[in-house]
């Protein structure tokens, strides 16, 4: 999935990131709330969901001067203050063939919380600013949660040095929590109808007319899936 939506950030410091870590271990009470303040605001289109619920886009062209740490730590910061932890991931993959083999490259990333989705199109080839979205991966304090990832973990170790440290499968939870191994297989959308039986409507109409949907219209499409497998996830562990 590629966005034509080009947007810049605010200039902010890479500490906000070390900063969200450090906020997730205090009691509310102590935790520096002025924090949010700084941090970068979604400022993208938002979304409606098929249950009313609202999600805040923000999709940014990465430069080398781009610093992405404050929406990195308005994730984290949303995905801890909400309960469950988990990040919701999916990556986007450039291949080239060479010779006998294929390279490829990490282009995009998507990442969503309950209340936030953020599309980043990333640079070719990386720049130091990406070290902040390696010590993301590296969290500890959440779990990224994506459908049929363990290929994408491999390429990102071997590609990129990119370790994610705490992963789930959500195919694979599901599988294990309705007792239908079939589902470990399923894709984003048939995975959220089977669990979720959510009206995929709007989805469908924007993927079936995917070389024609504007940039808007995709960042709905990755709002929904992202959403959707928050869903799931929060589902299954009722």
Not at 18 to 42: E, G
Not at 88 to 110: G, I, N, P, Q, T
Not at 144 to 157: A, S
Not at 204 to 232: C, F, M, P, T
Request: with cysteine.
């Amino acid at each position: 999935m590629y966005l034509s939506l080009a947007q810049s950030c605010p200039t902010s410091s890479s500490s906000h990131l070390s900063l969200s870590l450090r906020l997730r271990d205090q009691p509310l009470s102590q935790r520096n709330l002025k924090v949010s303040y700084h941090m970068a605001n979604f400022d993208g289109p938002g979304f409606a969901m098929v249950d009313g619920y609202w999600i805040q886009t923000k999709a940014i062209d990465v430069e080398s001067s781009t610093d992405i740490s404050p929406y990195l730590s308005r994730l984290l910061e949303d995905c801890v203050w909400n309960g469950n932890r988990a990040i919701v991931f999916d990556l986007y993959w450039d291949v080239k063939s060479l010779d006998a083999k294929s390279e490829w490259r990490l282009s995009s990333v998507k990442l969503s919380t309950k209340n936030f989705c953020l599309f980043l199109r990333l640079p070719n080839p990386f720049t130091d600013n990406l070290k902040d979205l390696y010590r993301f991966f590296a969290s500890k304090f959440v779990t990224f949660v994506g459908v049929q990832i363990e290929e994408d973990l491999v390429l990102l170790k071997e590609n990129h040095g990119i370790v994610i440290r705490s992963s789930l499968e959500i195919g694979k939870l599901a599988a294990k929590a309705r007792g239908t191994p079939i589902v470990e297989f399923l894709g984003t959308r048939e995975l959220a109808h089977k669990i979720l039986w959510y009206d995929m409507s709007r989805l469908d109409s924007i993927q079936s007319k995917w070389d024609e949907a504007g940039g808007n219209d995709r960042l709905e499409a990755a709002a929904i899936e992202g959403w959707l497998i928050y869903n799931v996830y929060d589902q299954l562990q009722q």
